[in-house]
């Protein structure tokens, strides 16, 4: 018996799906956050922005869509309803869909490459 399409995915083929997904459906300032080695959370973040709720759903959407197409199972959503700040969890790959105002509150790039600039200095 063969491995599933979904089995042989590996974690930079999700997120090179992720990526092309969001863009496909014209999300904005699309971000990946490498996260190896540096938590157990997710090995990647894709951050996006979109123009209105509608807009963050449909992106939403896409991505789904595009992930089932390659019998990616397990997601899991958060926020959807809301449509402020849609999470989609694929384990390996964590997708953040925000509105501008969220993004611009939260800032998760820059908490991030502030993490990561405190590893530097404490390593070296």
């Known amino acids: 018996m ?3 399409p979904a089995a042989r995915l590996s974690t930079e083929a ?14 904005i300032d699309v971000v990946v ?3 190896q ?7 990647y973040f894709v951050i996006c922005s979109g123009q209105s709720r509608i807009h ?3 992106i939403t959407d896409g991505l789904l ?8 199972k397990g997601a899991r959503v958060e926020g959807y309803e809301q449509g402020m700040w849609i ?3 694929f384990g390996d790959v964590v997708v ?4 501008q105002e969220e993004r611009d509150r939260y800032s998760l790039e820059d908490l991030w490459s502030r993490v990561e600039r405190a590893e530097e200095t404490a390593a070296g």
Request: cysteine-free.
């Open 37 to 43: 080695g540096r938590t157990l959370i997710a090995d």
């Open 2 to 4: 063969s491995a599933s």
């Open 96 to 99: 953040h869909i925000l509105s």
């Open 87 to 89: 999470l989609v969890d």
């Open 14 to 27: 999700k997120l090179k799906l992720a990526v092309t997904a969001v863009e496909d459906k014209k999300a």
């Open 65 to 72: 869509e595009k992930m089932r197409e390659a019998e990616v």
């Open 56 to 58: 963050l759903r449909a």
């Open 33 to 35: 956050v490498d996260l």
